[in-house]
């Protein structure tokens, strides 16, 4: 089985060729009338960590609010809190940071709903059949609209090795105690020595790290935000690829599938292929993209248009003048040259065995 991916590049002489026209024209050559009056359509995005700004632009955002609103259904722009405590913990400084970086209604032309509530507990459990969940904990909003538009920036991640739409699926639709699900098998190990500067302790938000001959952490505590890692300036802390992150990927995998269940045939992905930086837009900073901008991809198949995506990064020369540290040449896989300790496509191997899609796609020009 095949599943069709629809491409536009971001080539352009013309005000037909614009990208919001390339929006508009693959929305509906890829979905046509998949919504109706009826419909409550969520239009699942990423705002963006205050201080990043790689995210996909709410200029880019208004073209497919703008189709959906062609149809006469309702639709809203939507994320849900994060598990780490940045700028987009609660609804009230998540919405703050969503307009701070370009969000308005004037500019997206839709309303902001936050789907999981002010703390994170607006939540529907979900029936799953995976080898680690029976069942998953997602956003109230998201899984009571009655369609849902998955737009994904496509970049590199440092857990997952690289982030699209299964991850927005997985993460971006989970509440924060389905997040804790996903990342509790893999917390943060020792392995380097402590100088005792403290300041894993200082960023820690639930006092899970402490200072006892050295470095310690309170696993039962410890919710895996990462924080205690991200600002280690010693490397003191370290995870065991091998054995927790495979199993977070597969985690991670079986929320997808819950998140897409929800929606049967009413579920749309489109992917941006543009400023491919190699973290994730949850850091507060945006580092230098690792390959040349591509361009937008639109299916209905999640694990396609992942794989296409994926494919299309790899068949670009690197950039040297970025994190990429090795693997610059055409077909050389860009996101293990970033994150050498992450196989990416292993997300695409076992959502497929999920059902949740076929990596074997047909690329449509458009």
């Not at 590199?156 to 105690?177: D, P, V």
């Amino acid at each position: 089985m095949t599943a069709d991916v629809y491409f536009s590049d971001f080539r352009a002489r013309s005000r037909d060729e614009n990208r919001g026209m390339k929006i508009q024209r693959l929305f509906d050559t890829a979905f046509g009338d998949v919504f109706s009056e009826d419909d409550v359509v969520a239009v699942k995005v990423h705002f963006g960590e205050r201080g990043n700004d790689s995210f996909v632009s709410p200029v880019l955002v208004r073209y497919i609010v703008e189709k959906i609103r062609e149809s006469g259904a309702s639709v809203f722009l939507t994320d849900t809190n994060t598990l780490y405590y940045g700028s987009r913990h609660n609804s009230v400084h998540h919405l703050e940071t969503a307009i701070l970086n370009g969000f308005d209604y004037a500019v997206s032309g839709a309303p902001i709903i936050i789907a999981d509530g002010l703390h994170g507990k607006n939540q529907r459990t979900v029936r799953v059949d995976g080898k680690h969940f029976s069942e998953v904990k997602i956003a109230g909003d998201i899984h009571d609209a009655s369609g849902m538009v998955v737009v994904s920036h496509f970049k590199g991640h440092g857990m997952s090795g690289f982030g699209g739409a299964l991850k927005n699926l997985a993460m971006g639709c989970a509440t924060i105690e389905g997040k804790m699900e996903q990342h509790e098998c893999a917390k943060p190990i020792i392995r380097g020595d402590c100088t005792s500067c403290g300041a894993c302790i200082m960023e820690c938000p639930v006092d899970a790290v402490c200072l006892e001959d050295g470095v310690r952490i309170d696993y039962e505590r410890c919710i895996a935000c990462m924080n205690c890692l991200d600002t280690c300036e010693n490397q003191v802390f370290d995870l065991d690829w091998e054995k927790d992150i495979p199993e977070f990927i597969e985690r991670m995998m079986e929320y997808a599938m819950g998140a897409a269940a929800l929606k049967g045939d009413r579920i749309c992905y489109m992917n941006f292929l543009m400023n491919i930086t190699p973290d994730c837009d949850c850091v507060p900073w945006s580092d230098q993209s690792i390959v040349p901008d591509i361009g937008i991809l639109a299916s209905r198949d999640p694990v396609a248009i992942d794989t296409a995506s994926y494919n299309l990064v790899n068949q670009q020369p690197g950039h040297r003048n970025s994190l990429l540290e090795k693997n610059h040449g055409v077909g050389e896989d860009k996101f293990r040259g970033v994150w050498g300790d992450v196989d990416g496509t292993l997300q695409l191997r076992y959502a497929e065995g999920l059902g949740l899609g076929v990596m074997d796609y047909g690329l449509i020009r458009v």
